[in-house]
């Protein structure tokens, strides 16, 4: 069955550095996410991407974001100086054209961000 | 702002005793209903959509329905391996008038005792 890649697992970061999350979504989706949730909280819309461009975006994804599809596989999530509050399980999900009925949203198992 | 409230927040079952997971929902322009289900250190799995009042899914011991105000998870003689924290989330028009936005409510976690 077709999975959603996110590389690393968990990731440590001192507060003030960047990060990039990446993201393997399902080859023939069309449309990308990020989510984040913090633990014991519920899970957070931050971002939608569809061709090529950020298509939503929520109060949480301000300037220290940004999203890039750099080539035809990887989707990634950066975050320019890290704050303790950052510290979250981050999750992509994707979806093809016409699937949600069926199939819903496809999420990765997350990335563990740690900012110390 | 789009509101998704779960209820319980955790239930405990015995092994074959049915019982049911409640999420309403406030939202602006409804585009559909999911029930997921998260273990531990995952991500969501998906379960199902709903997209009209009066709509119901079935998959094995689960059963999803809608009404204009809040959904339903029925859980018929649930397994061990049912054992999960159950994600209602809504899917509604964003700031941007687009239908990208999906918002969850907080879970409950359910526990099923052999």
């Known amino acids: 069955e077709p999975e959603v890649t996110q590389t690393p697992s968990h990731q440590v970061t001192q507060m003030g550095q960047e990060v990039i999350l990446r993201c393997v979504p399902i080859s023939n989706h069309l449309y990308f996410y990020w989510y984040r949730q913090i633990l014991g909280q519920k899970v957070e819309f931050l971002v939608s991407f569809y061709n090529n461009e950020i298509s939503e975006k929520s109060e949480i994804f301000d300037d220290q974001f940004s999203v890039e599809r750099p080539d035809g596989s990887n989707f990634t999530l950066k975050i320019r100086s890290t704050k303790l509050e950052d510290s979250a399980m981050y999750f992509c999900?994707?979806?093809?054209?016409?699937?949600?009925?069926?199939?819903?949203?496809?999420f990765g198992s997350g990335t563990r961000l740690t900012v110390v | 702002e789009d509101q998704v409230t779960q209820s319980p927040e955790a239930l405990r079952l015995q092994e074959g005793e049915s019982s049911s997971l409640n999420c309403s929902y406030t939202?602006?322009?409804?585009?559909?209903l999911f029930w997921y289900r998260q273990d531990p250190g995952k991500g969501p799995e998906f379960l199902f959509t709903l997209y009209s009042a009066g709509e119901e899914k079935e998959k094995e011991r689960l059963k999803a329905t809608l009404t204009k105000k809040e959904s339903f998870l029925h859980i018929t003689a649930p397994k061990p391996e049912d054992s999960a924290t159950y994600l209602c989330a809504v899917q509604a028009r964003g700031n941007s008038g687009g239908y990208q936005k999906v918002t969850f409510g907080t879970g409950t976690k359910l526990q099923v005792i052999p």
């Open positions: 939202v602006s322009g409804l585009r559909g």
């Open positions: 999900a994707s979806r093809a054209q016409g699937t949600v009925k069926n199939y819903g949203y496809t």
